[in-house]
């Protein structure tokens, strides 16, 4: 027994004092994804990269709202989203600790504005995503005039597009006509 003792002495502890001391995690460890509404623009693409559908996001008409959530015990921690997310608002953090006493402390949720279409007046899209979308190709425009037709074809909804180009379609096919007859 003496022995044994001097060698654990001798050698330090090889047991680790978790729980009682935070326990030490890699760098590249995959713990709890953390979500930052702020920098979200409600895309979905989370929603399909995860694989154990623990990201969902639900849309309200009626309230002009989309809500995204995460439950965490159906969270596999594989990192799927963080890879998907445009924005790098799913980061996977060092926190892997989630026991809770109720089964609805695990889900977090945030709620994003719906963008109206500019013709119809329809909910079409997150206003953060629209807002993203025409950031993104404003930044090819060459004059003015093209960044404001880019940001208003971008706050339109499909069907109102159809609309405007068959209409557009018309009016060159009215033209046309006109002039092969001229």
């Not at 809500?67 to 990192?79: H, N, P, Q």
């Amino acid at each position: 027994m003496l022995k044994l003792l001097r060698e654990v002495f001798r050698t330090g502890e090889a047991t680790v004092k978790y729980p009682f001391a935070p326990a030490e995690v890699s760098k590249d460890f995959r713990g709890k994804p953390e979500h930052d509404s702020v920098s979200c623009i409600a895309c979905a693409a989370c929603t399909i990269a995860c694989p154990p559908n623990a990201i969902a996001m639900e849309t309200d008409v009626e309230a002009e709202t989309r809500t995204w959530s995460i439950s965490y015990g159906r969270c596999i921690f594989c990192g799927r989203c963080e890879e998907a997310c445009p924005t790098g608002a799913i980061k996977l953090s060092a926190d892997f600790e989630l026991a809770v006493a109720r089964k609805e402390d695990l889900t977090t949720k945030a709620v994003f504005r719906l963008a109206k279409c500019r013709s119809c007046g329809e909910p079409l899209a997150p206003a953060k995503e629209v807002a993203y979308v025409a950031d993104l190709i404003n930044a090819f425009c060459t004059s003015p005039e093209e960044a404001d037709r880019t940001r208003l074809l971008v706050a339109t909804c499909p069907e109102c597009k159809r609309k405007h180009d068959v209409e557009q379609v018309a009016s060159l096919g009215i033209e046309r006509q006109l002039e092969n007859r001229r």
